[in-house]
């Protein structure tokens, strides 16, 4: 069993930025990939980010590509967002996703508050 715990929401104003991390556990981690996603009020989660565990590679949302870069740390099984020139539309709960072939595993995500 895996679990993914994230960190690093909050509230933030326009522009500003805001690093999330998501830390993994339990037995060994191998993903293929992991990714990030989001769910605004009232909406359905939609897909943020993704990076290929094994070789760093990345896709992004049109919404935020260019301001938003994901990341990871294979020795510490990590992943990271780092969010910057942040909207008020990218207001939504931030949660981090590992897909393996094993399964899929979910967080139990991170508020993400922009005010305008």
């Known amino acids: 069993q895996v679990q993914l715990v994230e960190s690093g929401g909050g509230l933030v104003q326009a522009g500003g930025s805001l690093r999330l991390s998501c830390a993994a556990s339990?037995?060994?981690?191998?993903?293929?990939?992991m990714r990030w996603f989001r769910q605004a009020l009232g909406k359905g989660r939609e897909f943020v980010a993704e990076v290929v565990w094994s070789t760093g590679s990345t896709q992004y949302a049109n919404s935020v590509k260019g301001r938003f870069t994901i990341s990871r740390d294979i020795a510490k099984d990590m992943v990271y967002l780092q969010m910057k020139s942040l909207k008020p539309e990218d207001t939504a709960v931030y949660f981090c996703?590992?897909?393996?072939?094993?399964?899929?595993?979910w967080g139990r995500g991170t508020p993400v508050t922009v005010s305008s």
């Open positions: 996703n590992a897909y393996e072939i094993a399964g899929t595993y």
């Open positions: 339990g037995r060994t981690f191998s993903p293929y990939a």
